[in-house]
Nanobody, 123 residues
Framework: QVQLVDSGGGLVQAGGSLRLSCTAS????????TGWFRQAPGKEREFVAV???????SYADSAKGRFTISRDNNKNTVYLQMNSLKPEDTAVYYC?????????????????WGQGAQVTVSS
């Protein structure tokens, strides 16, 4: 079992920045990938970014150039630095972990989820 606790959400004006944190506990050695998804009201949960065991990263087109995913292995924590935020970035952001070694960037490719962090960007 892996437990994920995400934090760092909040209210920010357009153009501002926020940093989300995701701290894992339990069988953290089993984690192949850690990522972030987001879900806006009335919309499907969508992929944002992922960091793999190797350190390689991938981003959704909407996040490229503005968001950066990183990790601190000593703290079992993954971060999502979000800059140049837009109102359309408003959503609940969920940390997620893959313990099966999937290559999929869809929701089904991940096994554990955090409780979610609300990010609201005002115009």
């Amino acid at each position: 079992q892996v437990q994920l606790v995400d934090s760092g959400g909040g209210l920010v004006q357009a153009g501002g920045s926020l940093r989300l944190s995701c701290t894992a506990s339990g069988r953290t050695s089993a984690i192949f990938r850690t990522g972030w998804f987001r879900q806006a009201p009335g919309k499907e949960r969508e992929f944002v970014a992922v960091i793999r065991y190797s350190g390689s990263t991938s981003y959704a087109d909407s996040a490229k150039g503005r968001f950066t995913i990183s990790r601190d292995n000593n703290k079992n924590t993954v971060y999502l630095q979000m800059n140049s935020l837009k109102p359309e970035d408003t959503a609940v952001y969920y940390c997620t972990a893959d313990v099966t070694g999937s290559f999929s960037l869809s929701r089904g490719g991940f096994d554990y989820w955090g409780q979610g962090a609300q990010v609201t960007v005002s115009s």
